[in-house]
């Protein structure tokens, strides 16, 4: 396949920008304008062509779908082609996505970084044409966007042959799976649906601003709010400042735990006063009805930015301002914005669902038999674990004891404490549209003790984690545990990624030996910290546990989605869940899910649970399930 390597420069000015607007918006947008566009074949030299016209005509001279298209945020170039130019390549390639894999994620990764990275250090400064057009430039200054344009695609390439290095195939294919879900959009929106979510998320906010009893200039103020709490006798918590060395501010900030706590305080006027705050702060409910009104307008196709391999453990993140990975299942609580996501006419929409990835793979790691066991015999065992918890019989129609279950079998395999399960329990309950659950502190530190006296295993493998594990990233001597192998400052994983720990430090202490899952130790590792984006990051046992667990099932769920991908059109992926479109059949309903007779389900969800529940070559005795549906909306 020929490789086209291209990049666009386009009109903007001080309004009309990416820095305020998102992609798929600025792309899209009446004020749109290609200036220009670097055109580069296989090992050619580049070439740059000015004006829509010139554009066109150069494009269409290129076989798209036999083509590779290669950019620096294919996202951008590839929307820009499909949408105003019409082509679509056979498959996409991105120099951003694979630096986000190879790269620690306190590095930058723009085109000039990367470049640098690799010893290229040509790159030029860009021309300034803001607020110009086309017919506005000079002859100078096409002069000089040329060669800035030129030299930025002739970098790509040197790039991407460097990158191509070892760097695994199944992740190419992952990156161009996830670019194609952007720059080829299917999807469509139901309007009417969607503004009505729009209109419900602001009955919720101002009910939740009416009930706490404060104004909406209280509750935005941080002085004010302080002074509302202090009224309530709420000894305001605190945190350091992050500009001011040595000085605590209010840790009032709705993404503060110790606010969320507050959620739990026995006085119900707190709640309400606290909720009322979260209401007033947070605006996301409303922006996501909002964008995904704004991308389905004029019956355009909503395209689905996911950024591949943004998380420290590889897991997609959401993007374009808009984000379908957190979008609630609730009908209660923004369940709608899901309903309103439309699969193309004549085509439904397949969800399948890895069940519990996370809770099985670490009860893999720690060899923990008894759950790994109860998950072969389909046990529930959030009802199970809830039992021994309550004292009692617990089933499926006990909603918030089975909640609790699982919010302890999902979470409390990584280490969490009391205060922690505490806040999550009420947080997520809120989220997912189910009575708040607030449980008494002493009642979290039992349900702790109890998912570690039945776990045993799970406090063995935190320790290996911390003392064995970070020992030998530190010490760099290659240390082999099941199908990860821990090497100075990294932990190479079964896709051939690793995960990266730059500047690992800790304190080292010595200590009497003995052994832990079979490997010799005679030190205890403490106080360890690596260089994260923002600062130094804290690492230990538990943490290093979820990180690897994480990355595992990570991995698990996209051998899934290439496999799914090789036969039918991936449209979305949400965490554990992938969704993708197969044709409606006659004689199959057009939605439909685990509940019905297998011989009535979608033969395409019987062809993808199969796959979803397929152990991985490097862990052939991990039980993996799942779980599915399917409907001419993305309903699951």
């Known amino acids: 396949m020929p490789l086209i390597t291209l990049d666009f420069e386009t009109y903007w000015d001080a309004d009309y920008t990416l820095r305020k607007m998102s992609t798929s918006e600025y792309v899209r947008d009446p004020r749109f304008e290609a200036i220009s566009c670097s055109i580069k074949v296989d090992d050619n030299a580049a070439f740059c062509y000015f004006g829509h016209d010139a554009i066109k005509d150069a494009l269409a001279r290129i076989k798209w779908k036999e083509a590779v298209l290669l950019a620096h945020h294919t996202h951008f170039d590839g929307l820009i082609l499909s949408h105003h130019f019409g082509h679509v390549p056979k498959r996409y390639a991105d120099t951003l996505s694979m630096a986000r894999a190879l790269h620690p994620k306190n590095e930058r990764n723009d085109l000039a970084t990367v470049a640098v990275h690799y010893g290229k250090t040509n790159k030029l400064v860009m021309p300034d044409f803001k607020g110009k057009h086309f017919a506005d430039l000079t002859k100078d200054e096409r002069r000089d966007i040329a060669a800035y344009n030129n030299v930025d695609v002739e970098s790509c390439y040197e790039i991407y042959q460097e990158m191509l290095q070892g760097f695994p195939v199944t992740e190419l294919d992952l990156i161009d799976i996830t670019v194609r879900m952007f720059a080829d959009p299917v999807l469509r929106v139901d309007m009417k649906l969607a503004r009505q979510e729009l209109k419900e998320e602001q009955q919720r906010k101002n009910q939740a601003i009416t009930e706490s009893g404060a104004s909406i200039d209280t509750l935005s103020s941080n002085p004010k709010f302080v002074v509302a709490l202090e009224a309530l006798g709420v000894d305001v918590p605190m945190k350091p400042s992050p500009s001011v060395p040595n000085k605590a501010i209010p840790a009032i900030a709705k993404s503060d735990e110790a606010l969320q706590a507050l959620l ?93 990835i996370e809770a099985r793979i670490v009860a893999w790691l720690a060899g923990c038999e008894h759950d790994l066991q109860s998950y072969r015999d389909k046990v529930d065992l959030y009802c199970d674990f809830a039992t021994k918890a309550y004292g009692r019989i617990v089933t499926k129609a006990d909603k918030e004891e089975r909640f609790v279950g699982k919010t302890c079998k999902l979470g409390l395999g990584f280490g969490m404490g009391g205060p922690k399960l505490q806040t999550t329990l009420l947080t997520q309950s809120i989220a997912q549209g189910l009575s708040p659950v607030r449980l008494p502190l002493e009642v979290c530190y039992g349900l702790v003790n109890t998912y570690r006296t039945d776990s045993k295993e799970m406090p063995a493998l935190w320790k290996y984690m911390n003392d064995m594990g970070i020992g030998a990233m530190l010490s760099g001597r290659a240390l082999t545990y099941k199908c990860i192998t821990f090497k100075k400052g990294k932990i190479e994983l079964p896709s051939g990624l690793s995960l990266l720990y730059p500047g690992l430090t800790a304190n ?48 698990v769920v996209a051998d899934a989605m290439r ?65 599915g549906g399917w409907d001419v909306c993305y309903s699951k």
């Open 563 to 627: 496999e799914i991908a090789e036969k039918y059109r991936v449209v979305m992926m949400t965490h554990d869940e992938i969704v993708f479109l197969a044709p409606i059949m006659k004689g199959y309903a057009t939605a439909g899910d685990m509940k019905l007779p297998q011989d009535q389900w979608h033969p395409a969800l019987t062809w993808a649970l199969e796959i979803m529940r397929k152990p991985p070559s490097w862990a052939p005795d991990l039980p993996l399930d799942a779980e």
């Open 264 to 356: 739990t305080h026995p006085d119900p006027r707190v709640q309400k006063l606290v909720e009322g705050r979260l209401a007033a702060k947070s605006t996301i409910g409303e922006s996501r009805a909002l964008r995904m009104i704004e991308r389905g307008k004029n019956r355009m196709r909503l395209p689905i930015y996911l950024n591949y391999a943004a998380a420290h453990t590889f897991r997609w993140t959401g993007g374009d301002k808009f984000n379908p990975q957190n979008f609630k299942q609730s009908q209660k609580v923004g369940g709608k914005l899901r309903e309103a996501i439309l699969a193309p006419p004549g085509y439904v929409a397949v969800v399948v669902d890895s069940s519990q």
């Open 508 to 555: 080292i202490v010595e200590k009497a030996g003995g052994r832990m899952f079979r490997e010799q130790f005679t030190q205890s590792v403490q106080d360890a910290s690596y260089v994260s984006a923002r600062s130094r990051t804290k690492i230990y046992g538990g943490l290093l546990t979820e990180n690897i667990v994480q990355a595992l099932a990570r991995i």
